[in-house]
């Protein structure tokens, strides 16, 4: 059975719900601030012309979501499953921004938790494709057990790390306290 890339996720801090095109003021309110990009290879995503097109890319995959604090009722991010293999068994998980505010405070953990939650229950394995230079992203993907697997050259003279998680990772990994 295929997994539904758009279910809504959810738990007592955050929310994801599909991503719609009536989403772009909100997410762009988030994803307007340069600091969230600095260690990613479009550093320049923060400017409107330039965070559309990623908009756009994210609504084409047909697994993009909008994350919301739910204490709050406030858009802090975005995130998205994408490059569904079948044959596989495998998707990516990437794409994702949090407001800066909400760094180093536990919701990515939370996020992807909920992310791996759902998508194990169909899938066998999920992808994570980071920058080679932002450390930042692979270090909190490190803490949360994905493992490097290799580099995929991204064109440009630009190369992201590959990291993988699998279901059976997950069912070790997963009993790790938030």
């Known amino acids: 059975m295929n997994p539904?890339?758009?279910p809504l996720l959810e738990d007592e801090k955050v929310l994801l719900r599909p991503l719609t095109p009536a989403d772009f003021d909100a997410a762009f309110s988030v994803a307007s601030d340069p600091a969230i990009w600095e260690q990613h290879p479009?550093?320049?995503?923060?400017?409107?012309?330039?965070f559309r097109v990623f908009f756009e890319a994210s609504l084409a995959s047909n697994g993009a979501f909008l994350i919301?604090?739910?204490s709050s009722g406030e858009v802090i991010g975005g995130t998205r499953f994408y490059e569904y293999d079948q044959v596989q068994s495998a998707v990516v998980v990437g794409g994702t921004y949090f407001a800066t505010r909400c760094w180093g405070t536990g919701v990515n953990r939370r996020v992807k938790q909920l992310m791996l939650d759902y998508i194990f229950g169909y899938l066998n394995t999920v992808c994570f494709y980071i920058d080679q230079y932002n450390i930042r992203s692979r270090t909190a993907i490190t803490r949360l057990g994905a493992t490097f697997c290799?580099?995929?050259?991204m064109g440009e003279g630009m190369t992201d790390f590959v990291y993988r998680i699998t279901r059976e990772d997950?069912?070790?990994?997963?009993?790790?306290?938030?």
């Not at 479009?42 to 330039?50: A, G, L, S």
């Not at 290799?150 to 050259?153: A, D, L, R, S, V």
């Not at 997950?170 to 938030?178: G, V, Y």
Request: aromatic share 10%; glycine share 4%; hydrophobic share 30%.
């Open 42 to 50: 479009h550093k320049n995503r923060w400017q409107e012309p330039v």
């Open 4 to 6: 539904d890339f758009h």
């Open 68 to 70: 919301i604090e739910r």
């Open 150 to 153: 290799g580099e995929k050259p």
């Open 170 to 178: 997950w069912r070790i990994l997963r009993t790790q306290p938030l």
